[in-house]
Structures are given as structure tokens and as C-alpha cells.
């Protein structure tokens, strides 16, 4: 089945700064790929998505790359803010599947004043 | 708020026992995920309904089952609960099977 890695686990950058997290993934039939953030005690939340046909995505602060061929995609996030604290998920789900999607196993952001 | 709904919000019962979780997708919404997340498993994926059929099974053990009803509601029913069986169970649903998935708030199930 896909495994998806997700690095690095845990992350700290100053308010301002920018924050990039990774995802590799192993099944290449997979074509969906979505961002999710999750504040402790709270449900995860849809934050940007992508699909296979498209390289990249920007949504103002937030922004997420795709290589197909390389089978990683990154999130960036600019003009870090303290309400950017939490843990984001990356995922991937594909069509045969029902898009029923294997998840990272997070990285806690923490944006320090 | 996703427009998702999940009940109990808590939940804690006794090892052997058997429980039952609700959810309730956003109006329009044809398919049901069902989510289990743990600090040792993070976020594994169960099972999907997709208009009141299986369509997709995850890492679901045999204990564990789930339905979705003709007004599209779901249920996942969890029996001879483990301690092990202790997480945070989420539903999420979909427009479509390849829709974006919205999550509920999750019940959280206490096995003592």
C-alpha cells in the first residue's frame, strides 16, 4: 500500500520567517495530494490541496509543489505567523482507491514571536 | 465549523465492551470516511462509504464495522474494545469520491 514520509517531525521558525515541510510518497498511481492543519484538541483542516496534473499551487501565505517523477511534494508557508502554530498533515489518496487517504505523521509547527 | 457532525463527543467504556459512533456528512455530501488517530499510528484511514455502499477499507480491524445509512449518515461500531482501541476517531466527507474531504470534530473514545 503507499506509504507517506513527512519531514521534518517537528519545526520551529521565527515570526516572519518561512517554513517548508516534505512529503515523499511510494505509490505512483497516486494523484491527489492535501494539506491538512490540526490545533491540538481540534479536528485536522483542509488547508490547500493539489492534483497530480498540476505542479503547483499558491492560496496567499501558502503554497504546495509537486514532482511527479520524484514522488515528493512540499508545503511553503510565508510571512510565518504565531496562528501558524500547529501540526500539518500531508496526505495522499488515488482514484482506485476512492481517494481514502494515507496520511504523514505530521510536523509541529511552532512560530515563535 | 466543516459542517460535519460527530457524536458522542466523548466517550469512555470498559474493555470487552461494544460502541457505537455517529456521523452526520454536509448536507450534499455522498461519501463517508472514517479515520482513527493515535499518538503511536497517527492518522490511519478505516473505511469509506460512498452512497450507502463500501467502497474503500483501510487498516480496519475485524472487531470494528461500519454502515452507511439510506439519509447518508454513518456509523462505525467498535466491539470487544481493546485498551489499545483508545484514539480519536474522525469521520470526514465528500461530494464525490474524489472530493475534498472535510473533517468532524471527532469523538474521543476512552477504553479503561
Known amino acids: 500500500g503507499e506509504n507517506v514520509e513527512q519531514h521534518p517531525s517537528t519545526l520551529s521558525v521565527q515570526e516572519g520567517d518561512s517554513a517548508v515541510i516534505k512529503c515523499t510518497y511510494s505509490d505512483s498511481a497516486s494523484n491527489y495530494f492535501p494539506w491538512y492543519k490540526q490545533e491540538l484538541g481540534k479536528r485536522p483542516q483542509l488547508i490547500i490541496d493539489i492534483r497530480s496534473n498540476v505542479g503547483e499551487k499558491k492560496d496567499q501565505r501558502i503554497a504546495v509543489t509537486l514532482n511527479k517523477t520524484a514522488k515528493h511534494f512540499s508545503l511553503h508557508i510565508t510571512e510565518t505567523q504565531p496562528e501558524d502554530s500547529a501540526v500539518y498533515f500531508c496526505a495522499a489518496g488515488e482514484t482506485n482507491s476512492g481517494y481514502a487517504l494515507n496520511f504523514g505523521k505530521g510536523t509541529s509547527l511552532l512560530v515563535t514571536p | 465549523d466543516s459542517g460535519v457532525t460527530q457524536t458522542p463527543k466523548h466517550l469512555i467504556t470498559a474493555t470487552g465492551q461494544r460502541v457505537t459512533l455517529r456521523c452526520s456528512p454536509r448536507?450534499?455530501?455522498?461519501?463517508v470516511y472514517w479515520y482513527q488517530q493515535s499518538l503511536d499510528q497517527g492518522l490511519q484511514f478505516l473505511i469509506q462509504?460512498?452512497?450507502?455502499?463500501?467502497?474503500a477499507k483501510g487498516n480496519i480491524l475485524e472487531r470494528f464495522s461500519a454502515q452507511q445509512f439510506p439519509d447518508l449518515h454513518s456509523e462505525l461500531n467498535l466491539s470487544s474494545l481493546e485498551l489499545g482501541d483508545s484514539a480519536l476517531y474522525f469521520c470526514?466527507?465528500?461530494?464525490?469520491?474524489?472530493?475534498?474531504?472535510?473533517f468532524g470534530p471527532g469523538t474521543r473514545l476512552t477504553v479503561t
Open positions: 448536507s450534499g455530501d455522498l461519501s
Open positions: 462509504y460512498y452512497n450507502g455502499e463500501e467502497r
Open positions: 470526514a466527507s465528500s461530494v464525490a469520491r474524489g472530493g475534498r474531504q472535510y
